[in-house]
């Protein structure tokens, strides 16, 4: 007989993190795109997460925290990923059988200039875990349902200057 652990088969979740987001990127665009086609554009070449659309007005998107971008006035980034998502399968629960973000999940997050010194870069934050009561750490899609997370970190590991 042989045993196998489920642990050992289940894979870690990778949350989606949609690419950075800057102020000179959306100046650009603001040259030749409506802010409707902005808005677009930023949904269909992944600078959102999937399923998420901005509607608010264009000059406060960052102020929202719906990107992934660098804040200079708090030296500080906004991280923005995808929630772990699936089916519910408790019985008693008024979502079972419909897929559902797992707040569960602990999150350990690593920022880095280097992906190659991932293992030895210290976390900025370990054993993160969202409470149902976290809502301004939540995004949520159209339907209200919870699509991603987003949240500021201001220790980061530089490469180049070999520290946090």
Same mark, same amino acid.
Request: aromatic content about 12%.
């Given at each position: 007989?042989? *045993?196998? @652990?489920?642990?050992?088969?289940? =894979? @870690? ?6 690419? @950075?987001?800057? $102020?000179?990127?959306? !100046? ?7 802010? !409707? ?6 949904? /269909?070449?992944? *600078?959102?997460?999937?399923? *998420? ?10 102020? $929202? ?23 519910? +399968?408790?019985?008693?629960?008024? =979502?079972? %059988?419909?897929?559902? #973000? ?11 200039? /280097? *992906?190659? #010194?991932?293992?030895?870069? @210290? #976390? #900025? ?19 209200? !349902? +919870? +699509? ?9 590991? !530089? %490469?180049?200057? $070999?520290? +946090?």
């Amino acid at each position: 007989m042989l *045993y196998s @652990p489920s642990e050992l088969r289940i =894979t @870690p979740t990778k949350p989606v993190i949609p690419k @950075p987001t800057t $102020q000179a990127m959306l !100046d650009e665009w603001k040259l030749t795109l409506t802010p !409707d086609e902005i808005k677009t554009r930023l949904a /269909d070449e992944g *600078y959102l997460l999937n399923s *998420y659309t901005y509607a608010g007005d264009l000059a406060e998107i960052f102020n $929202q925290n719906v990107v992934f971008h660098w804040n200079k006035n708090s030296n500080s980034i906004n991280l923005v990923w995808s929630a772990f998502r699936r089916k519910d +399968i408790d019985v008693n629960s008024l =979502t079972y %059988n419909k897929i559902i #973000a797992d707040l569960n999940t602990h999150y350990d997050i690593t920022i880095t200039d /280097d *992906y190659n #010194a991932l293992g030895e870069v @210290p #976390a #900025a934050e370990e054993n993160l875990r969202f409470e149902s009561s976290s809502t301004n750490d939540f995004l949520f899609n159209s339907n209200g !349902d +919870i +699509i991603g997370f987003k949240r500021g970190f201001s220790k980061y590991y !530089d %490469n180049t200057c $070999q520290g +946090i």
